[in-house]
């Protein structure tokens, strides 16, 4: 029986179509190319206008599900506030990497893309971050401006979801419910991505000329590089630190690495991370609780790439980062990928609302979907396995002991 193609495959295969024709286009005189070209930015940009429609819903029902299911392990306290720091001080390593190595390869650099209309958002304050968690009217926040507002009316929501008790319990099972329903929103909108990709890939490809194909691949490249960087030497060190020897635990991580590669879906990759991580060594009390949080709160792999998409969006546009933007860039992709729904492409909604706050064109959203078939599954193992590594670390951390069979 034939295997079905997926949502990635056809999307390469839509870069690919998009690729053939606009190297076409490029030999027909412009004058004659100028509507083609008009009606393909017309098809990409109903994606962009899909993505700014679906992140406030993405934001709320995400962040507020994911701080009420904590309401069940509040009484563990040092374990869950360990837990957290661990998972953000592994995701802010992994933003700095691809900071770092973006700022120093500059896979966007030289290429002359100039999209007639694009406008480059001015990048908000220090005041304006302050006063943009208190909007004064609800409407803002349904709009990707309102993003740090609906951000903190989430945390507030599940903060209180935690603070009613046994009754908070119902509430946490409509915001679960809310935050699947969108992610199969997300999923829908997910189904126009090959569409976007064809179109954009030619749109770009003609205005900015074959140059952009090898800005493409040193940006895959680069990726693909230290997110490995990541998760070969820092988590090797980290499993050091933690007492657990990294030859046999990458034996271990060895099979949900495969279906985490595969299915590029954190959540269905999860039972297997949990296995996984009980293979190390790692105490069942510390698997059950840090595991299954992580699929929704760390994904180290989804927060470098979101810092990278920033960069190499701002590059390609010609936008120059003030010191202010690039210190937004390494702390806003936290919140981003926090947020990011633990499925194929979850966190490409996200990005309407960090290109928006760092001063970067939304038009960038399309263009960073065509390298999505080779960046998403190596975000996810990473996302993934980076649980179990976490875990390890919690464990050492908080005074556990590990058994025998991670020595």
């Known amino acids: 029986m034939a295997r079905r193609l997926g949502l990635m495959h056809y999307t390469a295969i839509a870069f690919f179509l998009g690729v053939i024709v606009g190297l076409v286009l490029l ?8 509507p083609v070209l008009d009606w393909m930015k017309a098809l990409g940009d109903i994606f962009i206008r899909l993505m700014r429609i679906v992140i406030p819903l993405i934001i709320f029902f995400t962040i507020s599900a994911s701080i009420a299911y904590m309401r069940d392990l509040i009484k563990l306290g040092r374990l869950l506030v360990t837990t957290l720091a661990v998972f953000y001080s592994l995701a802010f390593i992994a933003i700095v990497t691809g900071t770092v190595a973006m700022l120093v390869i500059k896979p966007g650099v030289g290429v002359p893309l100039e999209i007639p209309g694009v406008s480059v958002p001015k990048p908000v304050s220090g005041m304006d971050l302050l006063l943009s968690l208190f909007r004064p009217d609800f409407s803002d926040l349904l709009t990707v401006g309102g993003s740090f507002s609906m951000i903190v009316l989430s945390i507030i929501v599940g903060v209180a979801t935690i603070l009613l008790g046994d009754p908070g319990r119902k509430i946490y099972e409509y915001l679960s419910l809310g935050m699947k329903t969108t992610i199969r929103v997300v999923g829908v909108i997910s189904y126009y991505i090959p569409v976007a990709v064809f179109s954009y890939t030619v749109y770009v490809l003609v205005s900015a000329g074959p140059v952009i194909l090898t800005a493409y691949a040193k940006y895959v490249a680069t990726y693909a590089t230290f997110v490995n960087v990541h998760f070969f030497i820092v988590y090797s060190i980290v499993m050091l630190l933690s007492g657990i ?162 020595a």
């Open 245 to 406: 020897n990294p030859v046999k635990a990458y034996k271990a991580l060895a099979k949900p690495l495969l279906i985490a590669f595969t299915t590029r879906s954190s959540a269905v990759t999860l039972p297997y991370t949990m296995e996984a991580a009980r293979k190390m060594g790692i105490p069942e009390e510390v698997v059950n609780t840090v595991v299954p949080l992580g699929v929704t709160v760390h994904m180290d792999g989804s927060a470098m790439l979101h810092a990278m998409d920033t960069l190499f969006v701002a590059q390609l546009f010609g936008v120059e980062l003030i010191p202010y933007q690039l210190a937004l860039v390494l702390t806003l992709p936290l919140v981003t990928s926090t947020a990011t729904a633990p499925v194929p492409g979850g966190g490409l909604a996200l990005r309407g609302f960090l290109f928006s706050s760092v001063g970067v064109p939304l038009e960038g959203i399309p263009i960073i979907t065509v390298p999505m078939p080779i960046h998403d599954p190596l975000s996810t193992y990473v996302n993934a396995l980076g649980d179990a590594v976490a875990a390890g670390l919690v464990a050492k951390l908080c005074g556990y002991k590990l058994s025998e069979a991670s």
């Open 27 to 34: 030999q027909v005189p412009s004058e004659q190319r100028a």
